[in-house]
């Protein structure tokens, strides 16, 4: 199956110093800002868009079976309702890739790639969306991932096994009835049930992590419902190896990460180490801008090689660790290093008050400067002494570090070696460079505060609760407005909105003159 991919069409649009992307059902047209990939080609573009990183987890049909199946988890029947760019699978969104998957029974399967978290779309009042490369979206990748497995898990039982079957064959073959599946259902129903019985989870026969091996002919829908409700319990089953997801599903997170966040580290350590994190630790999704000057990355300064930082991410996000990681194309993990680490801080793309903006420069140094433009090392700061949730600081302590560091050492993956130390505990946060600041809303390590204006608010009076997952731009306040699905609570475990409160005693016109400030740089 062919699946439609973005036509890249170069065209600069009047006074924006962009090009713009379509797809060729002419359905959407996005803008993206040029100068984020300086020497950049359309074909680099299109790999960091939809460029595989090995760690594709479900087939394409078996995806679009579990959204028309089960409507409550897919709203809408696309994946509109997990904040991704472009939510029709004939469209390639953005951040989404496709590759044939042999233990996938040999399927055309999707997975996702670093755009999916790090990007994201802003509205313009006069012209398409903006999309920014690196800006922490709306992608709620918890949800996404969820709402797939759960599906699984549902499609395994007594109750959800005869829905999906015959949603499957209607995908398999659109054009055809699925009545001769439907009587070899109810025919064999009493077989399946002893299958349910039996193995509800297709791991029976397969030691603990193992692949099971899924021949493609067995994943034909025929007139043989037990077979065929055998062979995809199997692959449901390499799904869930695939994303190191046990059987039965662990209990869900204390704290839900919502769009634009999750808990990394702390899903890394369980899924990869085995370790339950002491605490819930949500963090926005990390700005990948200016990054050839930082020596360490994430949000308290831990890991200072990028390769190792995908690698983490591709081997959590769907790629198999079973033969020691060599599964893992160093290839596609190289490229996507390489790309990323290439991409600039995005331009304010909106009107600024020059004149405010010049007397907001003086504040900016007075206020701002002496945290966020020193040495990488000295702007590490302690939770005590930012006033912040601790949680994320106090999560990725020496245990971590070194049972990260003997999972590293132990893959067999050609074309990588770990550097030695290259993860290390700190304790603190770092305090980010703020060339970008309009674009890295909300904000504090954890997204906690929805714009600049109110975190130059002491916390006590900043809002408890919001609504994450708007795509309108507050230009006054410098933040995405008070919209979108997702009720963020700042009380929950790692959602504290506390401290920071550097410039809450500023007057409302210098806090303004600040705000127009952060704009230009």
């Known amino acids: 199956m062919r699946i439609a991919r973005h036509v890249l069409v170069v065209a600069v649009v009047a006074a924006s110093f962009s090009i713009a992307v379509s797809e060729d059902t002419a359905q959407q047209t996005y803008v993206l800002d040029p100068t984020q990939r300086p020497d950049g080609s359309s074909e680099d573009l299109d790999f960091l868009l939809h460029g595989s990183m090995s760690s594709e987890f479900v087939p394409d049909r078996v995806l679009r079976a579990l959204v028309a199946a089960n409507p409550d988890l897919f709203p809408g029947g696309d994946l509109s309702a997990f904040g991704v760019i472009e939510p029709g699978l004939d469209e390639a969104p953005i951040g989404l890739t496709t590759r044939t998957v042999d233990y996938l029974g040999g399927q055309h399967s999707w997975g996702i790639n670093c755009m999916s978290c790090h990007s994201g779309t802003v509205e313009m009042p006069d012209g398409p969306p903006l999309v920014v ?15 797939v497995l759960g599906a699984t898990f549902r499609a395994g039982s007594k109750d959800g096994i005869g829905p999906f079957l015959t949603a499957y064959a209607r995908v398999y073959y659109p054009k055809s009835s699925p ?5 070899s259902i109810a025919k064999g129903r009493e077989a399946i049930d002893k ?7 297709g791991a029976k026969g397969i030691a603990a992590g193992e692949l099971h091996e899924i021949r493609p002919e067995e994943l034909e829908p025929g007139t043989d419902a037990p077979r065929l409700a055998q062979a995809l319990l199997r692959l449901f089953h390499n799904m869930r190896v695939a994303l190191h997801v046990p059987e039965p599903p662990p209990a869900p997170t204390a704290t839900p990460g919502g ?10 350590g369980a899924a990869l180490l085995g370790k339950a994190p002491a605490v819930s630790a949500p963090v926005k999704f990390a700005h990948p801008w200016n990054l050839e000057g930082r020596a360490w990355v994430h949000w308290d300064g831990n890991t200072s090689d990028p390769t190792v930082r995908n690698v983490l991410a591709a081997l959590g996000l769907g790629c198999p660790s079973d033969r020691q990681g060599s599964r893992l194309d160093m290839k596609l993990i190289s490229r996507h290093t390489e790309l990323s680490e290439r991409l600039r801080s995005p331009k304010y793309p909106f009107a600024v008050d020059e004149d405010a903006a010049k007397r907001g420069a003086d504040l900016y140094q007075t206020h701002c400067a002496s945290c966020h433009e020193s040495a990488d090392d000295k702007r590490l700061y302690t939770p005590e002494e930012v006033g912040t949730d601790p949680n994320r600081a106090r999560l990725v302590d020496q245990d971590y570090v070194a049972g990260f560091g003997a999972w590293l050492g132990g893959l067999k993956i050609e074309g990588f070696t770990p550097k030695e130390g290259s993860v290390r505990p700190t304790g603190k946060y770092f305090a980010a460079w703020l060339d970008d600041a309009w674009a890295r809303a909300p904000y504090l390590h954890n997204g906690s505060v929805r714009t600049m204006r109110e975190l130059l608010t002491k916390a006590a009076d900043r809002p408890k609760t919001w609504r994450r997952g708007a795509r309108a731009y507050d230009q006054e306040a410098m933040g995405f407005q008070d919209g979108g699905s997702f009720d963020f609570d700042t009380s929950l475990p790692g959602n504290s909105n506390s401290g920071h409160e550097y410039g809450a ?15 230009t740089r």
């Not at 922490?136 to 996404?144: D, I, Q, T, Y």
């Not at 009545?179 to 009587?183: G, I, K, R």
């Open 133 to 147: 490369l690196g800006m922490a979206g709306n992608f709620n990748v918890e949800a996404f991932y969820g709402a």
């Open 179 to 183: 009545t001769a599946l439907e009587e």
């Open 195 to 201: 299958l349910l019985a039996d193995d509800p989870y």
């Open 259 to 268: 769009p634009g966040r999750n808990d990394a580290f702390g899903l890394l």
């Open 505 to 519: 005693d500023l007057s409302d016109a210098e806090k303004r003159e600040l705000i127009e400030y952060l704009k």
